[in-house]
């Protein structure tokens, strides 16, 4: 795919987001020797904000390779979203649904036409409390191992400061810096002559996130939690929980047991 190939709906989409961005946030945006000038890629990003696919859609698009996301059904229905969405060729994925597997054919074959596809591995915004990447879905792994074309992490960072994870609260002033950083393509040689079973797809997700991961780490100049938050076992784990006070006796409203601690379970 050529740098110069774009095309009306994402220069439009462009025109129409980029002011703003310009205009509220401050930027730092490092790595862009790292996205790939031709052919097919993945890029791995991790995802704290309803805001942050402008974030990082913005640091892309100015290196000339757009980025087709992989984005939930209900934004490609009738209107002007749905027409900018299949405009700009972004990928529909159909949850728990049989069409489920049509955007992993998709997002392969868009790589094989030298496009980039862009991965939350997440799935969505991170639950961690202190806004690290949490476990990934293997979506991207297995479309990694499908098409062995150069898995790009990025991290980012700024965006959940004006509006953080699951809030509907936007803080812009004092303007916030959006960071994004794009690194090395991650080396996953050494399971392409393997079959990708669940375990080996685990390795990879794992891989891909831990670069994600380092990433964002040089960011904020912190570390990350030695093991990645895991959403599935905070909610068993908050189930047993609940269980054992109530085999004690214990009352629903007591305290350690309010909404506040449960809302988990019903996301």
Known sequence: MSRRRIGFWYRLAAVIAKPPLVVLFKRDWRGMEHIPADGGFIT??????????LSYAHFQYNTGRVPRFLAKDGLFKDGFVGKVMKGTGQIPVYRETTNALDAFRAAVDAIERGEC????PEGTLTRDPEMWPMTAKS???????????????????????????YSKKLSLFPRKTLQVLAGEPVDLSRFYDREPTPEVLRQ?????????????EEIRQEKAPGTPYDPRSARLAQRRKAADRSAAGVPENAPGNTPENTTEDSK
Do not use: K
């Open 44 to 53: 791995a990003v991790n995802h704290n904000s309803y805001i942050d696919p």
């Open 117 to 120: 596809v862009a991965f939350y």
């Open 139 to 165: 979506g991207a792994a297995r479309v990694a191992l499908r098409t062995q074309c150069p898995v790009i992490p990025v991290a980012q960072w700024g965006a959940n400061l004006a509006l953080p994870p």
């Open 204 to 216: 990879v997700t794992e891989t891909i996130m831990a670069a994600v991961t380092e990433l964002l």
